[in-house]
């Protein structure tokens, strides 16, 4: 089975092939989202990030939307990230972007959840989740299509929330509008850093004064 490395919180991660089957979503994808993914990975030629997956039950923490798209497109293996999500404190998971920063602010979900909604089937809705790592997730393997087995196409259908193309429309604009508020956020608190830095500068100077 091939593998590549990643470093992961200072120890060493494997990014494994895994039969595409062999992962559970735990919660429903976006058809407009999927069909866009669709188009870029099939241009690219390969898949440019791994999914990432708990390690004993194998359900996907990040990359729903990566695993539907080799799935439909069949598919037979995909590389991903295995981690012991109960075991790993600095994981945690919450509803918007936002949330990567404001860690405890969100208590009403749990991976207990996540893990059990994707163990059931019983799936949640799309992009209720997010997953926040202690690693970049962003490491790049550019994996070729050609080495992940092609056959023929699934039905991933029962994976996917019933929308209608206005609905898709207006959740592309929600997920636009949650990066807009990331990086408002982000923008402040800069601003505010800066200023900190500029205090303590204006402080050292006048303590230099003294002797």
Known sequence: MASA???VDSTD?????????????HEKGSPLYLELLRKEILKDGMLKYPIIADEKTHV???GMHRWLALKSLGYEL???LLIDVFRNKKIHVGKRRIHRYTNG???EITEDQVISAGVSG????PRSTRHFFPFSKFQEINFPLSSLKKNAPQDVSKYLAKMTARECSLAMELWLEEISEELEFLSKRM???EREKEEFLNRVKGLASKF
């Not at 991660?13 to 979503?25: F, I, M, N």
């Not at 019983?122 to 809705?125: D, I, R, V």
């Open 5 to 7: 490395v990643l470093k």
């Open 13 to 25: 991660a494997k990014v494994t092939l895994l039969q595409v089957d062999q992962l559970k979503p």
């Open 60 to 62: 996907i923490l990040d």
């Open 78 to 80: 995909i590389p991903a």
């Open 105 to 107: 602010v969100d208590k």
């Open 122 to 125: 019983h799936l949640m809705e």
């Open 191 to 193: 601003e505010e850093v």
